[in-house]
């Protein structure tokens, strides 16, 4: 017995100038600094196509394009689609997918609405119940994920539809028309108050803003730091990292998935309040396409649909490309068709970008 | 010696198949004790009685004398047996630091900890740069570099410097060499070696009968779902353990 | 055990649903089928009103299907094949996809039934036996002319927006639109498609999906392109909402002229509120309840319906609804428009 070990000490020996383990690796070609500065920060990508754009279109509409004006238009534009796919990049970042949110965001608006109008509740708590109802379903999301184990997809999927023809059950599609909630209940349209920058004495052009532009950058910020700086934000990466070995390595994954789809929710539940200031009155019909185009932010935004990696920032540049792309291709006067066609190109390439950046696991 | 860990008449059966009959073990303070035995004699499941993750039938555990009773791996962890598994159970697009204070996070003290729940990075990164450093996995650039971007053998050494790291008076590895080619190996085998030497008992599970019969104190020997034998590595070869476990030859007397 | 009972609970259920409806068709004879784009859109819940009543009076049986979603072109064939199926005497159809469906609309002819397109005209529109819809060319024509004629000598310094419904460019969009260019006075080129005029009072057209969303963004796409728009022509009342609120979030709304189409009653309170100018009202209930009385009239001794004189299918009419008539065009009160409203 002993002569085998010996061999095995003739290899320690050789060893012992080596530490047991070594981190320091020679980063030999740029690229691969590239890579690992994407790994570290996958908000890059996105970053840098979102300057690029702008100038580009800056470049080629002039001033018509590069004005405050234009600028902030793009943001107003976003608004609803950034709140939600803040919400989309935290369900994604656990390896999870939801399809409910545009349905969540335009049923909370339609309990907000209804609640003030039809049953005369004061609109300070229809709004509260509202924010209730999107909260209560995003949890619902979340329990059957986390403790039914049901695929994220699947559930989302027919919560989507159960959501969305509940809103018209509910609502029997009627509108509340912009001209009666600014007179009876101004608290609906609140983030939909303007505010501008640099106009001129008439009150046209320069920067403006929104308080929902004001709200979607402020989601934006709290999840980036609540992600980074906080355990909780850590539990959420290591949830879509690799459920079992967070489990093992004591994170309660149950209750950080159902925390994720609850504050899900209630963010959608926020931006169908931000929709009503957006579009000024409570339409049920609104938002049907909010599931996909949140999830085509994020997607561009660089979060990876396997979960567990990516940032919030990511997604808010992702809305943002979009929002440029489609103001700038219509400024240029190019058919609709072209923005999705380039959208198309944009979330393709950001998966290839997203597995290349995985191969430096390999 | 009175043993720290102490398991006696364990029975966990699943459906017809009893994994576990009646079986005891003992883990000494400050010793290695390898746990040995063919494919399906029932040893995960009697490590994972010991770690918590699955509850047993009959029988009970001892940690220094004291009965305990764990749910879940929290329960056994909240008690001081950290378990190394296999998988690592580490989250590859997570930083080191932050694996390794996965689910004990610190806060940052005053307003910025209890209300904004901000987390003290600097503190984790020093506590994990520090235990890393004890452990002899010095030359580390980055803390913060994602633990995917490690070798096997340096995931191995993070996951037990983590094990190590948290005032824990039992660490059960489960077949770590298992994946690591034989340099790295090595490394983790002085690394278990040195971890001993800091006063933590260790169970360790490997078919590796070389790394078994190099490190371990006691082997102990499960066969047919209970402790057959435990056995001195100094009193017998390889071969002999080998014989115990498929049942190819008698077994001393315990 | 338990999903067996539940299993037996709903077929028994299904079934005794089934046999009732075979009760009330055979006790009445005559049914028919009414197949909507959604059941969601308050135009196509006004026209299923209409059609349940006239059947209802008319002792038919009718059953509802629609698409879940605009555009839902297979649950059509599907509910249209199930009403040959059920031996239904006709059917009214408001076809998504126009052309497509001409297939099935030929199948159902050929098993004997007689097909009404309702407020949208199969393509071609002699596929159906009948269509019966407003002139949705006239609609755009009496807001084109509202519009000229409210602006008067200021109309050739006019700075049109173009809000239109999709870029795939559906009739009834088109014909909207190239009816509210020919009532403004602009040449239109070709009428069969949008977007191809060269007169340099038409700042853009952009696309709107016919909701406030759109609406809100279409304008905002356009008014970056030109401040100054003072005319602002909209598919329906909806898009007409949202460009409001875009013209409004920079202090505009009181200096532009917006017009629209449909005659629902959120949007005729909207013109009564200043926030539309005119808007043509159509009349989905008629067309409904007209269509049920042709297929009445087909089962009891197989006359089919005729086309009003001098147009190829049955117009139900439209109005235009506004509180500032203008010389020279035809106009109802917002208060009448109100009566007439639906949704």
Redesign the interface.
């Known amino acids: 017995m002993s002569d085998k070990t010996d061999d095995y000490e003739a290899v320690v020996q050789a060893s012992r100038g080596e530490a047991v383990a070594d981190f320091s690796k020679a980063r030999a070609s740029a690229l691969d600094r590239v890579q690992h500065a994407l790994h570290v920060n996958p908000a890059l990508v996105p970053l840098v196509v979102l300057l690029g754009s702008i100038i580009t279109f800056g470049l080629l509409l002039g001033t018509k394009f590069f004005s405050p004006f234009a600028l902030t238009l793009i943001l107003q534009q976003v608004q609803i689609v950034g709140i939600v796919a803040a919400a989309q990049s935290l369900v994604i970042l656990t390896a999870g997918i939801d399809l409910s949110v545009g349905a969540i965001a335009v049923i909370s608006s339609v309990i907000m609405g209804q609640f003030t109008f039809r049953y005369g509740v004061p609109v300070e708590i229809s709004v509260a119940i509202g924010l209730l109802a999107g909260t209560a379903i995003g949890c619902v999301n979340g329990w059957l994920v986390a403790v039914m184990k049901l695929p994220p997809f699947i559930v989302t999927l027919g919560m989507w539809q159960i959501v969305l023809a509940a809103n018209f059950l509910y609502s029997a599609n009627e509108t509340i028309r912009s001209q009666e909630i600014e007179t009876e209940a101004p608290l609906l349209q609140f983030l939909g108050t303007t505010f501008k920058i640099g106009a001129d004495a008439d009150g046209r052009g320069g920067a403006t803003f929104t308080y929902g532009v004001i709200f979607m950058v402020l989601v934006v910020v709290f999840l980036a730091y609540a992600l980074r700086h906080t355990a909780w934000g850590r539990h959420v990466y290591a949830t879509g990292d690799d459920p079992e070995a967070a489990q093992l390595s004591g994170v309660n994954v149950k209750r950080t998935l159902i925390s994720v789809y609850g504050v899900a929710g209630l963010i959608c539940a926020f931006a169908g309040w931000a929709l009503i200031g957006r579009i000024g009155s409570v339409s049920p019909t609104s938002g049907q396409l909010l599931n996909i185009e949140s999830i085509t932010a994020v997607v561009i935004g660089g979060i990876s649909l396997f979960g567990g990696r990516g940032s919030i920032m990511g997604t808010f540049f992702g809305a943002l490309i979009v929002g440029v792309f489609t103001l700038g291709l219509r400024l240029l006067g190019a058919d609709a068709q072209w923005t999705y066609l380039l959208i198309g190109v944009l979330i393709i390439a950001a998966v290839a970008v997203d597995q290349w950046i995985r191969k430096v696991a390999a | 010696m009175e043993p720290i860990l102490k398991a006696r008449g364990l029975v966990k059966r699943y459906g017809k198949v009893t994994a576990l009959d009646n079986c005891d073990f003992d883990l000494n303070p400050g010793e290695i004790v390898a746990v040995i035995g063919d494919n399906g004699a029932g040893k995960s499941s009697l490590i994972k009685v010991l770690s918590g993750a699955v509850i047993p039938d009959a029988g009970h555990v001892l940690l220094e004398g004291r009965k305990v009773r764990f749910s879940s791996?929290?329960d056994a962890?909240a008690e001081g047996i950290e378990?190394v598994?296999q998988?690592?159970?580490?989250?590859?697009?997570?930083s080191i630091a932050?694996?390794m204070f996965?689910?004990?996070?610190l806060?940052k003290p005053g307003v910025m900890g209890s209300v904004?729940?901000?987390?003290d990075?600097a503190r984790m990164e020093k506590i994990a740069r520090d235990k890393?450093s004890e452990?002899?996995?010095?030359?580390?650039?980055?803390i913060n570099?994602?633990v995917?971007?490690?070798?096997g053998?340096?995931r191995q050494?993070?996951a037990v410097a983590?094990a190590a790291a948290f005032g824990s008076k039992v660490i059960i590895l489960d077949e770590p060499t298992a994946a690591l080619g034989?340099?790295e190996s090595?490394?983790?085998?002085?690394?278990i070696l040195d971890v001993r030497s800091r006063g933590i008992p260790i169970i360790l599970i490997s078919h590796n009968m070389?790394h078994v019969?190099?490190v371990a104190d006691r082997i102990h020997v499960h066969r047919l779902g209970k402790r057959l034998c435990v056995i001195d590595?100094?009193d017998y070869?390889?071969s002999d353990a080998v014989a115990f476990m498929t049942g190819a030859k008698e077994a001393p007397a315990a | 055990m338990k999903n067996l009972l539940i299993g037996t609970l709903l077929a028994s259920g299904t079934m005794t649903i089934a046999m009732s409806g075979a009760a009330l068709a055979d006790a009445h004879g005559t049914s028919a089928c009414l197949i909507t784009k959604t059941d969601t859109n308050p135009f196509f819940v006004k026209m299923r009103e209409g059609a349940e009543a006239a059947a209802a009076e008319a002792g038919i049986t009718l059953r509802s299907y629609a698409g879940k979603i605009d555009g839902d072109h297979e649950t059509q064939v599907a509910a249209i094949e199930t009403c040959i199926a059920d031996g239904a005497s006709g059917i009214l159809l408001t076809a998504s996809d126009t052309s497509s469906i001409v297939g099935a609309v030929t199948q159902a002819r050929d098993a004997g039934l007689l097909v009404i397109a309702l407020d949208t005209p199969l393509d071609p529109i002699d596929a159906a036996d009948a269509t019966f819809a407003t002139d949705n060319f006239l609609a755009g024509e009496l807001i084109g002319q509202w519009a000229a004629a409210t602006l008067g000598d200021e109309a050739a310094n006019a700075r049109i927006a173009m809000l239109d419904l999709a870029v795939s460019q559906p009739t009834v969009g088109v014909l909207r639109d190239q009816g509210f260019l020919t009532g403004f006075g602009i040449d239109v080129k070709d009428p069969s498609k949008w977007g191809d005029e060269d007169d340099p009072r038409i700042v853009g057209n952009d696309v709107t999906a016919g909701n406030e969303e759109g609406g809100r963004k279409a304008m905002e796409n356009l008014l970056a392109v030109d401040p100054t728009i003072n005319v602002v022509y909209t598919i329906n009342e909806p898009a007409a909402a949202g460009a409001y609120e875009a013209l409004k979030s920079i202090g505009r709304e009181g200096e532009v002229l917006i017009v629209s189409v449909d005659g629902g009653c959120p949007g005729v309170q909207n013109v009564a509120d200043g926030v539309i100018g005119a808007t043509s009202q159509q009349y989905p209930l008629l067309m409904a309840a007209k269509g049920i009385e042709a297929i009445a009239a087909y089962a009891a001794d197989g006359t089919k319906p005729e086309n009003t004189p001098g147009k190829d299918f049955f117009d139900t009419g439209v109005a235009l609804v506004t509180d500032q008539p203008a010389e020279g065009v035809e106009s109802i009160s917002v208060e009448e428009g109100k009566a007439l409203c639906w949704g």
Request: hydrophobic residues 35%; charged residues 25%.
């Open positions: 791996p929290n962890r378990t598994y998988t690592l159970a580490m989250s590859p697009a997570l932050d694996n996965m689910g004990r996070e806060r904004f729940r901000q987390l990075r890393l452990l002899g996995l010095m030359t580390i650039q980055n570099q994602a995917e971007t490690l070798s053998g340096q050494g993070v983590r034989v340099k090595r490394r983790v085998l002085e690394l070389p019969f190099e590595p100094k070869t390889m």
